[in-house]
């Protein structure tokens, strides 16, 4: 759709209410999933970019032949508002759900390490996270970010592949299944990436314990604590290269998982 300004944009949502109530609707949808993706605003001061973003996004989304009639009561407003919030907050999980299972690998490494004493907090939920699970979700919503996964998102969120009608999206049967499916990915990612450090860990600690039973006046105790946070973080850093590689092909099954959930 094209303008020549805004006070002609204002005057085709006057004399066509379904084009502005269709604007509505596409603010609805990526307002929900500005809140839940990482990386795009996150936080209390990301309200500055996120509000002025789905006003521009839905504006570019709006197509003149694919608009949605203005509803005849509320009670069918509110169905269409959910099928927005619904949509947007479906696509805006799929990373989230990759960003979570790295956070949930830096919380088993650090558990391993002996670091849980040691909490930050995420800024986009306030919740306590360790150092090493601050590292990998920030790398995480880097790899994101570099590889366009905000992108394909976008692209669907605009209706670029599928072509939905705003207000009419349902979840498929097919659709909940690669959601919940995505969801165990969460453990799966988290026990993927924390095992080298838990394995490596595990090894040092047989060791400490043969020492133990070896030579029992060491102080395995003394030792063995600095010892399992520097063979961790070791480890940790030497794994970085491949742990980026991995979270890259994960992003990489954006469009996949996306599309079958739009199916």
Known sequence: MVVDNLSALADLFVTRLDLGWTCLLLMTR???FMVIVPGLGSGVTGIALRYPACLVLALV???VERTAAVPADMGLMAAQMFSEVLLGSAIGFVPLFIVSGAQTAGHLASGTMGLNGAQLFDPSTSAPLSDLARIYSDLTITVFLL???HHVAISALAGMDSGITP???MMS???LEAFMEQTGRIFQIGCLIAAPVV???LLT???MGLISKAIP???IFIISFPLTIGIGFAISILALPEVAYFLSREMSRLPEVIGRILA
């Open 199 to 201: 394995v490596a860990l």
């Open 61 to 63: 989304s709006l197509h």
């Open 167 to 169: 207000g009419t999206f």
């Open 217 to 219: 006046t060491v102080n």
């Open 173 to 175: 049967s097919v659709g």
């Open 205 to 207: 600690n047989f060791v």
């Open 30 to 32: 990526y307002m929900a």
């Open 147 to 149: 590889v366009g996964g």
